[in-house]
């Protein structure tokens, strides 16, 4: 049980905290079909609660994946529960699993692993940048929950707030809505005529006083 | 004012407390949760051999949590059946009220929802798990303290 108080520090804790989460290895594999905003992402999660952090980063530097070239769909049947350990949202699906890239190969064995698609409705605009922000922030975001027991509860938190952060992101006008998407129905909240709240200057002309 | 079930254990010396009668007549009495096992095997020898509803709630903010047992007494040939309403209370804290799914069977998924929802253990349930709730679910939903989580949910789709 003294794991799971892990998941409920602040996340500002983490955030101000150590910066050496930039310097973690990231690894991210563009999705086959460019056209699909479908990137794939995979991170390790070091959820072993009783050793210390130390460890974890000695550990860092020689961890890498592979890209796994015979990767097989594995552990998907019945006799393995026929369910998987995942948070599905409209944007984000994470994943405790290693989804192959290119051939979708769903290998449910590796589950020291994280993978994340991001919007595979193609509802939003995206760009290599505002992609690798939701990247960052997913790896924050794993880094902080490190310790936490690998449930879907956490996974579901992580996704959430992986949400909300995309939900920042439409709001700073940051990325916007795909307006050739194949439903429009703006999940997020009706498009805005004040596209970065954070910009006075916008604001100024149109606020009336 | 006193009714028949507590004149009874009264009689029997058992220790219990009348709440008085509900809108509807039913005697409400409340019991410690280290009395109830006998006093619900007692009752059930009494007569009490149908439970009809089974229900917690959370008394207050920082105060208890209350079990609720609607006990009828179902006899052939008896229009107005005996009926009477038992109430436990445990402590916020480590809440363990004895369960009386071997006394009445038809406790077993009602007690999983107050564990569920409360987080009230019934000692000797035979599977005290979630029922509504996902397993990996984290806290007391009904509770009065609890804080849900910001899970992201779609609500403002057009």
């Keep these: 049980m003294a794991a799971m108080a892990a998941t409920s520090f602040s996340l500002l804790g983490l955030l101000g905290g150590n910066g050496k989460n930039v310097a973690r290895r990231r690894r991210i594999a563009a999705a ?95 760009n290599d940048d ?80 | 004012m006193q009714g028949r079930l507590s004149a009874w254990l009264v009689k029997h010396g058992l220790v219990h407390r009348s709440l008085g009668f509900d809108y509807q007549g039913v005697e409400t009495l409340q019991i410690k949760p280290e009395d109830w096992h006998s006093i619900a095997v007692i009752s059930y020898v009494y007569g009490y051999n149908y439970l009809r509803s089974q229900c917690a709630y ?19 040939g008896v229009d107005q059946p005996e009926e009477v309403c038992i109430k436990v209370f445990a402590p916020r804290i480590n809440p363990r009220i004895p369960s009386v799914f071997w006394i009445w069977k038809s406790a077993d998924f009602q007690e999983r929802e107050s564990y569920d929802m409360l987080g009230i253990s019934y000692d000797n349930h035979p599977r005290l798990k979630r029922i509504l709730m996902p397993e990996s679910w984290i806290g007391w939903p009904l509770r009065k303290d609890y804080i849900a989580p910001k899970f992201y949910e779609i609500q403002d789709a057009h």
């Excluded at chain 1, 064995?109 to 698609?117: A, G, S, V």
């Design chain 1, 32 to 126: 086959a079909t460019p056209e699909e905003a479908q990137v794939t992402e995979e991170v390790q999660e070091e959820k072993q609660p009783e050793e210390p952090k130390v460890k974890n980063q000695k550990r860092m530097p020689e961890k890498r994946v592979e890209p796994q070239l015979m990767a097989q769909s594995k552990n998907m049947g019945r006799e393995y529960g026929g369910d998987w350990l995942s948070s599905v949202t409209r944007h984000v699906r994470i994943y405790a699993a290693y989804i192959d890239p290119v051939t979708h190969a769903f290998d449910q064995t590796q589950m020291d692993k994280l993978t994340i698609i991001l919007d595979p409705q193609n509802e939003f605009n995206w």
């Design chain 1, 130 to 209: 505002t992609c690798n922000m939701v990247y960052t922030y997913f790896q924050e975001l794993v880094d902080h929950y490190e310790g936490a027991p690998l449930t879907e509860y956490t996974l579901r938190l992580i996704g959430s707030d992986v949400e909300h952060y995309i939900r920042k992101l439409l709001y700073d006008g940051e990325i916007t809505y795909n307006m050739n998407a194949r439903q429009l129905n703006f999940s997020m909240g009706k498009p805005r005529v004040i596209f970065n709240a954070n910009d006075e200057s916008q604001i100024q002309g149109i606020m009336p006083q």
């Design chain 2, 58 to 76: 959370d008394v207050a903010p920082g105060g208890l949590l209350a079990s609720v047992y609607h006990l009828t007494r179902i006899e052939y």
